[in-house]
C-alpha cells in the first residue's frame, strides 16, 4: 500500500456532532482524524489556542467546519467558556477526540532524574492528562444518548524511550484515566479509549530533543519498517469513535506499524 493519505467517504457519522480538540495545522494527528471523521458524515467543531488560529482557520475552511471555539485547557475559564458555547449552539454532542499535549521542551532531553522540575511536572501533568478528565466530565455532560471520546498517547507510557521523559510519565497517567473516565461514563453509555500512535512527524514531535530518531530508528524496528502513517491514525479513530467499536472501552489502540511488539529488532535492519 502507498503512504498516500486516503480518507474513505461514507455515512458511518452521518447525523453525529463532535468536538475535536488539538488541530494546530496540517501536521497535526488531529487534522488526519477530522478530515477522515468529517468524510464519513460528521459534522465538527475545532477548538484551538490563540496562537495556533491563523494556521487552524484555512483548515477549519477547507473541511467546511464552521464552528471554531478558542480554549487554552489550563484555563478554568476558557475551559468554562468554551463548552458552554458549544452547550449553547449544540446542546448535545457525540463524539469527542482530545490530541493535546504539553511540556517544556527544555525537560524533553537528557537525564529525566536530573532534568525534572516540579513545575513542569505539574505542567505537563495539567495540560497532557487532567484537560482529559475535566473535557471528558464537560463532554459527557452533552452525551444523554451515549457517545464516544478517544485521546492520543504513545509508547513511552510503556517503556523508556530517549528523551520522552516527564511526557512518558503523562502518558502513563493519560492511559490509566483514559480506564477511569471508561468506567465511570460506561454505564452512560459512552466509550472511552487511547489510540497509541507510532512517531509521526508534527509540532510535539518536533519538541523532543531528538525527535526525529524515533522515526528514523523506529522505521528499522518496527515489523513494517515504515512510519506510521495518520490516516492510519485516522481509521483507528473512526472506529473507535463510530457505533463500528461498539463494546470497545478502556481499551489502548496501537496504531505504529508493530513497532510496539518488538523487544529486539532483526540485525539485517540495519545493514545500509
Ligand atoms: P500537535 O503539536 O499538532 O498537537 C498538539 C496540540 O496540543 C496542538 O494543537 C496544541 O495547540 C495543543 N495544545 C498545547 N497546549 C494546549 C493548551 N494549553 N490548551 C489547548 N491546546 C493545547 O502535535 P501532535 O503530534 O498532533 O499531538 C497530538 C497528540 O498526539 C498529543 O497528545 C501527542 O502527545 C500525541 N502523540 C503524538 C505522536 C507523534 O509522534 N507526533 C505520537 C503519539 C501520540
Redesign the pocket.
Known sequence: MSDEQYFPKGDLLKGKRGLV?????K?????AISQQLAAQGAELCF???D??EKR?RPLAEELGVEFLVP?????DA?MDEAFAEIQKKWGKIDFLV?????SDKDELKGSFVENTSRANFAQSM???VF?FVDAAKRASAMMDAGGAMI??????AERVIPSYNV?GVA?AA?ESATRYIARDLGPKGIRVNA??????????????SG?RS??GEGRKWAPMRED?NPAG?AGAALYLLSDLGRSCTGEVLHV?AGFHIVGMPDPDAFDD
Open positions: 480538540m488539538g488541530v494546530a495545522n501536521n497535526s494527528i488531529a487534522w477548538s484551538y489556542i496562537a495556533m487552524v480554549c487554552d485547557v489550563a484555563s476558557s482530545h490530541s493535546i499535549a504539553f495539567d495540560i497532557s484537560s485521546t492520543l498517547t504513545y509508547l513511552g511526557m502518558k493519560l489510540i497509541s500512535a507510532g512517531a509521526i512527524k508534527t509540532l510535539s514531535l518536533g519538541g523532543i525527535g524515533l522515526l506510521t491514525v505504529d
